[in-house]
């Protein structure tokens, strides 16, 4: 047992951090999370993706048969902490090289595997998540969304929603219900579809969290090539459950509030508020509990480095994580007041930002369900 | 990082756990109640189990370990503090009844009673009592855990010693306290799995599991927190360690009162055991207050 980094870790965080200082200039005076890339600003996110893959930086931890070098876990998390703290300058990509491109390998016939990987690990496209419905949200296998076959096509109807990263999305991994009939797990399909395919409609929802964080995807008589379905017709839920299980602490989201609360102690040095024994205390205990966020994290991720899978390790890391950031984001409207209200500022960010963390990739209610199911042995209720 | 015990760690965690099954335990810290168990102490250290910190083999890690599960299993011996404080701040094996004491917390010292060794936290420094002055003055406590107020005067000056000492006490508390808590919180699982009412376990009303999942979520840390600051030796995961682990005990320990009722505030029903002690545990160096204070302090240098 063991709880510090190695030295080429080190090294590899270090470069890391040369690479991303060279190339996103300026970021540690305004750490503001870039929730969304905007259809102005892939461009200039597909530069900095183009030169990560030109290091070998953008898929590492892919099997080198797909162009990634095997890397391990942990150094996979350094990337991640690295990347997260600086506002996810990889926009959606992230989900590309976590899961969608994993999934692909995991069940995508040769001829998608050469079609769809390459451009991934080459930083040139953008994915985004057909996942949530209106009526299908924490209850997620309950989809509605219609794929009816016809010829060599797909025919699809439906609805998905709080679909992230539409602007600058190309392709959606959308999940549909092929047999309506089967068992909710049984009748759900993967199709991979152009975004700008007839009948998809997008309309983004005004949000409180930060300008087009999420919107809702509409599918009228889209018509996709059979081709473009991943793994077999109704085995689809097996496939993103599988996939899923290397997101399940995928965003560093400790890394952040660990760099916010450094930012927010200076500004609270600066207006003399560092030695108010009421902010350093409130300082003290969020930093307590990020870091035990982090511990909990770097648990999950240890299974992953030693292929231990089936475990429930993610769910109270999970927990820890959103009890963090609530508690920093309350240190940001406490302690500064009005002047977190002001919007787009580093502090307006903190607050609105945190709102996500007990939804996003399965809400927190879900999770301690499954840590009483699972880790508890509480009985059903 | 690994978070996998290693054979040794293993073998040690087993061999202390079968020594506690037979010398501790639910049974003796009931009989001992705010006592002293002087029998449990000569085993441990017999076995070498309190002398793990400054073994080259081992280190305070291992010592962290052994603290946990005497947490877990009611040792009424002071083995945080003979087994990892003391041996790290003295640079030697101490005396064999050790307690902690503070002058910037004045009050009742756990396990001053008897003591043959009382290291004073003082400013800076750190005064070595050995033996104490005079006689420790017994307190009457609810606590289950030995109090006395003992003669905190004089005694060999360590200047500097301070932050060691404080460091290595912050990592001891928060070791224990991952072991009192998760004890608590898996005796009011089983209870919940059983106690029914209204035709159903307890256990199986979602407003009670949650409680139950957010009480696990914090011993979880606690115990990551605990272990990865004895690894790390710094002070400032000590203090992030002990602040999570004492606002655990602020979160966690009237919850699982709460949950079990009534007859958790019996002394028939076990679970005092743990967490009163964990609530004594709590207010040591200052409580939740001071140690955060101290993260902050330590972070950014405030």
């Known amino acids: ?381 | 990082m690994d978070y996998t015990l290693t054979a040794d760690q293993q073998a040690t965690v087993q061999a202390v756990e079968s020594l506690l099954a037979r010398h501790a335990g639910r049974e003796r810290a009931r009989k001992l109640r705010d006592g002293h168990d002087d029998e449990l102490l000569a085993q441990l250290t017999d076995a070498g189990f309190l002398d793990l910190a400054t073994d080259p083999e081992a280190g305070p890690l291992e010592a962290a370990l052994v603290t946990e599960v005497a947490a877990r299993r009611l040792a009424a011996v002071n083995v945080g503090a003979r087994g990892l404080v003391a041996p790290l701040v003295l640079g030697r094996t101490p005396p064999a009844k050790v307690a902690l004491a503070s002058t910037a917390h004045p009050g009742p010292v756990r396990f001053a009673r008897d003591a043959h060794l009382v290291l004073v936290l003082d400013g800076p420094d750190v005064r070595v009592l050995e033996p104490p002055p005079g006689p420790a003055r017994p307190v009457p406590t609810g606590y289950v855990a030995p109090y006395a107020v003992p003669d905190l005067t004089g005694g060999q000056r360590l200047p500097g010693a301070g932050p060691v000492m404080a460091r290595w006490w912050r990592v001891a508390l928060a070791a224990e306290l991952a072991g009192l808590l998760r004890a608590g919180l898996d005796l009011t699982v089983e209870y919940l799995k059983q106690r029914e009412q209204f035709g159903r376990p307890l256990g199986s009303l979602q407003a009670l599991q949650h409680r139950l999942a957010e009480a696990y979520v914090w011993v979880e840390g606690i115990r990551w927190a605990a272990r990865a600051a004895a690894w790390q030796g710094d002070a400032e995961s000590a203090a992030a360690a002990a602040a999570y682990a004492t606002m655990a005990v602020r979160a966690v320990a009237p919850d699982l009162h709460q949950l079990s009722g009534a007859i958790s505030l019996t002394e028939e029903y076990d679970l005092h055991l743990w967490t009163m002690r964990a609530q004594a545990v709590r207010t040591e160096l200052g409580g939740i207050g001071e140690h955060a204070r101290a993260v902050t302090r330590l972070r950014w240098d405030a």
């Open chain 1, 1 to 381: 047992m063991e709880f510090g980094w190695t030295e080429s870790e080190r090294a590899y965080r270090a470069a890391l951090r040369d690479f991303i200082d060279h190339e996103v200039p300026g970021w540690r005076d305004t750490p503001v999370h870039r929730r969304v890339v905007t259809a102005e600003d892939k461009d200039r996110v597909k530069d900095f993706t183009a030169k990560l893959a030109a290091r070998g930086w953008l898929t590492p931890s892919w099997p080198p048969e797909y162009g990634g070098e095997g890397q391990s876990a942990w150094q996979s998390v350094i990337l991640s902490e690295e990347m997260w703290s600086v506002g996810e300058p990889r926009g959606s990509q992230y989900m590309n090289v976590n899961w969608i491109g994993p999934a692909i390998m995991m069940a995508g016939t040769e001829e998608q595997k050469q079609r769809f990987l390459p451009p991934i690990s080459r930083g040139e496209v953008f994915w985004c998540q057909g996942f949530s419905e209106p009526e299908a949200g924490s209850d997620l296998a309950s989809l509605r969304t219609r794929a009816v076959r016809d010829g060599d096509q797909y025919v699809v109807n439906g609805q998905k929603i709080w679909t992230s990263h539409t602007p600058s999305a190309e392709w959606i991994f959308l999940l549909t219900r092929t047999d309506p009939d089967a068992p909710k797990n049984h009748g759900i399909t993967i199709l991979l579809i152009p975004l700008d395919t007839p009948g998809i409609e997008i309309r983004r929802i005004p949000d409180i969290v930060g300008e087009g964080a999420f919107a809702e995807v509409f599918l009228t008589d889209v018509r996709v090539p059979a081709a473009n379905r991943l793994g077999e017709e109704n085995r689809g839920w097996s496939v993103v459950r599988q996939a899923l299980q290397y997101e399940r602490v995928g965003a560093a989201r400790w890394e952040r509030a660990s760099l916010v609360l450094d930012q927010l102690a200076d500004r609270a040095r600066a207006c003399g508020l560092l030695s108010d024994p009421d902010v350093a205390r409130r300082l003290g205990e969020a930093r307590a509990v990020v870091e035990a966020a982090r511990w909990m994290a770097y648990s999950v991720v240890d299974e992953r480095a030693k292929q231990i899978s089936g475990t429930a390790t993610a769910y109270p890391a999970r927990v820890a994580m959103v009890r963090a950031e609530r508690l920093v984001a309350d240190l940001a409207l406490d302690v500064f007041g009005a002047e977190a209200l002001i919007g787009e500022s580093f502090l307006d960010d903190i607050y609105r930002s945190s709102l996500t963390a007990g939804v996003a990739g399965g809400t927190y209610e879900i999770q301690l369900n499954l840590i009483a199911g699972q880790v508890l042995g509480l009985p059903r209720s």
